[in-house]
């Protein structure tokens, strides 16, 4: 990160160093479209079955299932 912020940082017209920043968003709804292409930092479980394991990117087909057995709890 602090190479990403070296490498795209400016100076402003009054010296003060401007980086890019991001927004990390740990939780969202279980909504498919808000669940494609992200990443799972643990497993994503419906009682003992494990339906994605963590560090998974998350596509359409394992979206829809989430959606379908965690969405309406």
């Known amino acids: 990160m602090v190479t990403y912020q070296s490498l795209y940082s400016k100076i402003n017209e009054f010296g003060f160093v401007e980086t890019p920043a991001m927004k990390l968003i740990k939780e969202v709804e279980i909504k498919k479209e808000q669940l494609v292409n992200r990443i799972t930092e643990e497993d ?29 709890k």
């Open 44 to 72: 994503v479980k419906d009682g003992r079955k494990t339906l994605v394991k963590v560090d998974t990117m998350i596509d359409e087909k394992a979206a829809a299932l989430i959606e379908e057995k965690l969405g309406k």
